[in-house]
């Protein structure tokens, strides 16, 4: 079945540390996407890509990075630099052409 | 500046009941309109979408939505709910011309409580 697969599903870092979250699809779409989610604020993009090897920045860039040297693979580095890394990260992926984005089933990540 | 009001944050139901989620947009050009489910640790599940054409739409789940583009609104509504429909509901809104998902804006969401 044709899918985004998010892993792993829970995460826990210590503060300090780097943490990879990975993101795979088999959609054969060229864009992808990973938003962060926090409890009433909806859910906020954080990098995009729309092509392999290239990748652009969201609303909330700050203390994350990204890859995209695969049109299956992007995935999220949450860097010590983030202040609150504590939330809910979905990665999607979408059609160049189409603005309907399809998700993944997320990665808490929670710093303890 | 494009913007979604989700004006309800939770809504309690019985089961059995009609229900209607809010949802306003603001948007200076055509908007691509779309409700998505998120069920409590789950991803977004795409419910329906609309471009153009008639104002009614239908989606999974028994759904439908109505865009009224007078009132910048495009209204959830399901005429009888079932215990599975509790979950958290988001309108969206984004360009209908190609440019992929970046610059699709969300609201904050509806929490739905169903009651036996």
């Known amino acids: 079945d044709g899918g985004i697969t998010q892993s792993p599903k829970y995460l826990f870092r210590k503060e300090g540390q780097n943490v990879t979250l990975s993101c795979e699809q088999n959609l054969n779409h060229d864009a992808m996407y990973w938003y962060r989610q926090d409890p009433g604020q909806g859910l906020r993009l954080i990098y995009y890509s729309q092509i392999v090897n290239d990748f652009q920045k969201g609303d909330i860039a700050e203390g994350y990075s990204v890859s995209r040297e695969k049109k299956e693979s992007f995935p999220l580095t949450v860097t010590s630099a983030q202040k609150n890394p504590t939330a809910f990260y979905l990665c999607?992926?979408?059609?160049?052409?189409?603005?309907?984005?399809?998700f993944g089933q997320g990665t808490r990540l929670t710093v303890v | 500046a494009q913007s979604v009001t989700q004006p309800d944050i939770h809504i309690t139901v019985s089961e059995g009941a009609s229900l209607e989620l809010r949802c306003n947009y603001s948007y200076g050009a055509t908007p691509y309109l779309f409700w998505y489910v998120q069920s409590p640790g789950q991803g977004l599940q795409l419910l329906l979408k609309?471009?153009?054409?008639d104002t009614l739409v239908q989606g999974i789940k028994g759904f439908e939505a109505e865009f009224k583009r007078s009132q910048s609104s495009f209204n959830l509504r399901k005429p009888s709910v079932h215990w599975s429909d509790a979950a958290e509901y988001f309108c969206a809104v984004g360009p209908s011309w190609g440019t992929g998902a970046n610059n699709l804006f969300f609201g904050t969401g509806t929490r739905l409580t169903v009651i036996p």
């Open positions: 609309y471009f153009s054409g």
């Open positions: 999607a992926s979408s059609s160049q052409v189409d603005t309907e984005a399809f």
